[in-house]
């Protein structure tokens, strides 16, 4: 049986360094969603015979814009035409701090093939797999998996921290032990941490498909598979989505050496320069994707804003809407400038 297994979407229209699309869809959103496609272009040229999800599918908790619940739906409805997908509710899935999912609920209610398993789990081809939705109490869990006896031909599905991992320069305390999953389970398939890592022979953190903001630059991106017959796991990594970048520029260093055409054209960059003068070639990347900083400007982000020079909000808008709105841009601006 092969598994192809994906984790922490957190689908949402991402307000910063976004821009609408020509589909009429955030830019963010829709690299989402083609990371997405790309997974499930995977799944199906690899045959998939299985699919999970390890958690946190849309970003927001108690809210969800409707394109984007519309899009995810249609997105899982199509995973679940290669083959049955399997989903244990993360954080991000909880209302508040309950452990009560939410609107992951409606692909169980519109979606029959989207299964959330109950204790017993769900049985495919001779194999179980089992989900423990996200808890914040972990040791009542870690009790629990200590009690329970070996699963044989079982694949966990878990949304937790695990013991001894080191992100942003903490290491996780209280956590789910890696060794405890990998004696318990055949696999084991971890949501939450947003970087794929392998911490065991047969137990990984999935992370998510493509990078989702600045803080997440050099982690590995993509999803897992899992050939049970053959006992492999491997990573598949995504090269292909946006990716961010933090930049510092030195005084005169100019800033598109360094990156090539399609980072320059697809990637999303956080500028620093040192010095007054921002160097020429800063202006030809795309302006949604530039933060300035010099000494005497605080950091611009991809919002349109009126205390932006003129010059500058046309252009935003106009990339925003079309070359066409470029008269309408204008008048705005117009209007704008009445109200400063
Ligand atoms: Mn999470």
Redesign the pocket.
């Known amino acids: 049986m092969k598994i192809f297994a994906f984790s922490?979407l957190h689908a949402h229209n991402f307000p910063e360094f976004s821009c609408i699309n020509g589909d009429g869809l955030n830019s963010r959103f829709a690299s989402q969603i083609e990371a997405l496609q790309l997974f499930r272009k995977d799944c199906h040229e690899g045959q998939a015979d299985l699919i999970t999800f390890s958690?946190?599918v849309f970003h927001l908790k108690n809210f969800v814009d409707s394109q984007v619940l519309r899009s995810v739906m249609q997105e899982f409805k199509l995973l679940s035409e290669i083959a049955p997908v399997v989903v244990c509710p993360?954080?991000?899935d909880m209302r508040g701090w309950q452990s009560d999912p939410t609107l992951i609920n409606a692909f169980e209610d519109f979606l029959p093939s989207i299964i959330i398993p109950k204790d017993e789990g769900y049985k495919i081809k001779g194999w179980t797999i089992r989900i423990f939705p996200?808890v914040r109490q972990v040791d009542g869990l870690v009790q629990r998996l200590q009690d329970m006896p070996r699963q044989e031909k079982t694949i966990g599905l878990f949304?937790q921290d695990i013991v001894g991992m080191n992100y942003n320069g903490f290491t996780v305390i209280k956590g789910i032990p890696a060794e405890l999953i990998s004696r318990k389970f055949t696999y084991g398939l971890f949501?939450?941490y947003h970087g794929m890592t392998k911490v065991a022979e047969n137990v990984y953190v999935v992370g998510s498909p493509l990078e989702l903001n600045f803080g997440e630059i050099g982690q590995k991106k993509g999803w897992v598979i899992i050939d049970s017959d053959q006992g492999k796991i491997w990573e598949r990594e995504n090269v292909l989505s946006p990716r961010f970048h933090d930049v510092i520029l030195e005084e005169g260093e100019s800033f598109n050496k360094g990156f090539n055409a399609t980072q320059l054209d697809r990637d999303y960059f956080r500028i620093k320069v040192k010095g007054d003068k921002v160097p020429e070639d800063v202006g030809s990347a795309k302006w949604r994707r530039i933060s300035i900083e010099t000494k005497n400007i605080k950091p611009e982000r991809g919002d349109l804003k009126l205390s932006d020079p003129s010059d500058a909000l046309i252009r935003k808008y106009v990339k925003a809407k079309g070359v066409e709105d470029k008269e309408m841009a204008e008048k705005l601006i117009e209007l704008g400038k009445r109200y400063l």
Do not use: R
Request: no cysteine.
């Open positions: 922490d958690g946190d993360g954080n991000h996200f949304h949501g939450h």
